[in-house]
């Protein structure tokens, strides 16, 4: 029987962009990734790529930015004033915060640019926008 929604599934998985650059794989996590199948768990590219797999079988899938983590929105990238920042934290350029929103959510941000009373701050997925190459292998399912 292949994998359908509802399954519980173990995945090992190498990400990788365009360029070849790993960005992330189930060997850094040092274990499988473990989710239901078909749920929205994972991006809907992974979610749709390992329904209808077997045990041990492999597969090498390209999703693009729709079916990842969207597409880049210039409306995520803000212009805050300095003294919203926690006073713990020196800010540079590049540098990666977690925000909070109201309602809980943990939002990863990097600061794009520091002004004199402000700093920009792009809220954007650090992978939106990029063709996602992924190499999946289903390890286990029930």
């Not at 749709?48 to 090498?60: H, P, S, T, Y």
């Not at 929103?101 to 701050?121: A, C, F, M, R, S």
Request: hydrophobic share 30%; charged share 35%; no cysteine.
């Amino acid at each position: 029987m292949p994998v359908e929604k509802g399954n519980k599934v173990k995945i090992e998985y190498t990400g990788t962009l365009e360029d070849g650059t790993v960005f992330d794989s189930s060997e850094k996590h040092g274990q499988p990734l473990e989710f239901e199948a078909g749920t929205g768990l994972v991006i809907p590219g992974f979610d749709n790529a390992i329904l209808g797999m077997e045990k041990d079988e492999e597969k090498d899938v390209k999703i693009k930015p729709e079916e990842g983590y969207g597409e880049r929105r210039e409306e995520l990238v803000k212009e805050v004033p300095k003294d919203k920042l926690p006073k713990e934290v020196e800010p540079k350029e590049g540098m990666m915060l977690v925000m909070a929103t109201p309602d809980g959510h943990k939002i990863p941000t990097k600061i794009v640019k520091i002004g004199d009373e402000t700093i920009t701050l792009d809220m954007n997925h650090p992978l939106a926008g990029k063709t996602l190459n992924f190499k999946i292998k289903v390890v286990e399912y029930s």
